[in-house]
């Protein structure tokens, strides 16, 4: 099972494909009897796990999560991050457009895991085949997964095509798009059931499946970008309230995975994360085959270090002394403003865990993530990079608990959220108080920047704010990504729905001619 890395359920689209196909008529008059379909597969619990462990595999897909495919829309071009060297430069820039870096292989991995995952909830619901154990934590799993393709389709793009049902290519073909909120409510009601089906946690080579705390955090986000306060608050609460996840007592160890093996990546302050440690979901594979490629970008690249070149020999030797390497893409370095320790409050613990521009007292010529950053050439080496992509955890939601609140009452009740993580980010502590709801509202934009800093949340945060293109306007980039400011528009807070799909199906026109604002 470890080993198994093909999903079933693109097997049997191509399958399909090729019956519509008229060079295939002479293989379709022979008898198949033992050919994998839908209707001889899942007939034991072992092969639903199966079909819900090749939804998994997209996750780790070069479209989704695993290069920059993604970052491009939640991190990239927003005022934290951006390259050092001219590369991804249509996305650092903000010059993409219709048709020219407009997201097209991302847009196109999302859609094959809401195929591939409605494929499989249509086999297994109701299934007599099935325990009622292994149908309802199936079911649990690929409601979140399907859920998290049209979280990300309608944050990038607004209104999509939806369908919940494998649907012919004609039918595809024709889709119109469907409204940001009659999308969200419907996985709104599937993440409610999930809730019901998951397990609180899973243990050992399951970790990296979604429990019902994961079904509850995308709930709570959704809720977020439909400012749904009420609903926002509530899933935030049942999550700090009744969850087994906790805060960690020390910032620096939520994301420490320097030289630690594959067993010690999961944290209790994990909520949804991606798995690329090497103990993924049964059926994933090994690190190797799942390479987090975009995580190379935190770490620094050798030809660029240090500052002082004449330290160069003494780098190395400190490198090989710690058993480390500097093998980075150059993708991700913090902005100048954001690196600059005057800029976060006076006793943030948080900056120096967070920043660096040093290492073993040398100099480095950029400033780094330095909490995202592996330098292990043991466990996290060049092309083999293996740390968990964490995509909500339990500090983020006390902080949109804290934001739910002020926006429904005041803030009150809400400095009960946001003290509770400033706890450790300070020392003396620094709790809020004394504030209006504008002054909570205007404070939580950096106090979540300097929590959340580099974990592909500024640039929606700064769009569902309404203060994106104002803000990029003022940001101080890097050399290489200085046109941000002039290009970015109004436009910017949606993605182009992709080219190459308006000329597969020209209904994607037909309630917004305009594409987004591209055209």
């Known amino acids: 099972m470890k080993n198994i890395k093909t999903n079933f359920t693109k097997i049997t689209m191509l399958m399909s494909l090729l019956f519509i196909t008229s060079a295939c008529e002479e293989y379709l008059d022979e008898e198949f009897k033992s050919g ?40 990239i071009a927003a005022d934290e991050i951006s390259s050092t060297r001219n590369i991804f430069r249509e996305a650092h820039n903000i010059t993409y457009a219709e048709g020219v870096a407009d997201g097209e292989r991302y847009w196109n991995t999302l859609y094959e895991a809401v195929r591939n995952t409605s494929d499989a909830i249509s086999n297994i619901e109701g299934n007599e085949n099935l325990s009622q154990k292994a149908i309802e934590e199936s079911l649990g799993q690929l409601y979140v997964i399907r859920a998290l393709a049209y979280y990300d389709l309608t944050v990038v793009w607004g209104n999509v095509p939806f369908f919940t049902e494998i649907l012919s290519p004609e039918e595809l073909s024709s889709l119109e798009r469907t409204p940001v909120k009659t999308i969200r409510d419907a996985m709104i009601l599937d993440l409610q059931k999930a809730f019901q089906y998951l397990p609180d946690s899973w243990s050992g080579a399951d970790s990296g499946r979604m429990s019902k705390w994961a079904a509850k955090a995308l709930e709570a986000k959704i809720h977020m970008f439909e400012k749904n306060w009420q609903g926002m608050l509530a899933a935030c609460v049942d999550i700090i309230n009744n969850s087994p996840h906790t805060l960690m007592e020390n910032f620096g160890d939520v994301y420490d995975w320097s030289n630690s093996g594959y ?153 009960q959220y946001v003290n509770k993580v400033r706890e450790r980010a300070f020392e003396p502590d620094q709790p809020w108080s004394g504030m209006t709801q504008q002054e909570f509202r205007e404070e939580m934009y950096e106090e979540r920047m300097h929590e959340l800093f580099g974990e592909n949340h500024r640039r929606p945060d700064l769009i569902r704010w309404g203060i994106y293109v104002e803000t990029i306007r003022n940001t101080q980039f890097q050399k290489h990504n200085m046109q941000a400011r002039d290009n970015v528009q109004e436009r910017h807070n949606l993605a182009p729905i992709p080219l190459a799909e308006i000329q597969l199906n020209p209904n994607l026109l037909n309630t917004d001619p305009t594409n987004n604002g591209y055209r």
């Open 263 to 415: 067993t010690g990546k999961v944290k209790p302050e994990h909520i949804l994360w991606i798995d690329f440690t090497g103990l993924p979901a049964k059926g994933l594979g090994t690190n190797n085959e799942d390479n987090y490629q975009s995580g190379h970008d935190y770490v620094p690249r050798l030809r660029d270090e240090p500052k002082d070149k004449s330290q160069k020999s003494a780098l190395v030797a400190a490198l090989n002394a710690n058993g480390h390497e500097f093998g980075g893409y150059g993708g991700a370095s913090p902005l100048p403003v954001a690196a600059d320790r005057s800029s976060w409050d006076e006793g943030d613990l948080r900056y120096d865990e967070t920043i660096t521009n040093e290492y073993e007292g040398i100099t480095l010529k950029f400033y780094y993530t330095k909490k995202l950053w592996n330098l292990s050439s043991t466990y996290s080496p060049r092309l083999n990079k293996s740390e968990n992509m964490v995509m909500i955890r339990l500090a983020d939601i006390y902080l949109m608990a804290a934001e739910a609140e002020n926006e429904l009452n005041g803030p009150s009740n809400a400095y």
């Open 36 to 75: 994998l379909s839908p209707a001889n597969f899942y007939n034991s619990d072992s092969e639903a796990q199966i079909a819900v462990d090749g939804a998994y595999s997209i996750l780790t897909d070069a479209g989704w999560f695993k290069h920059r495919d993604r970052k491009a829309w939640w991190q």
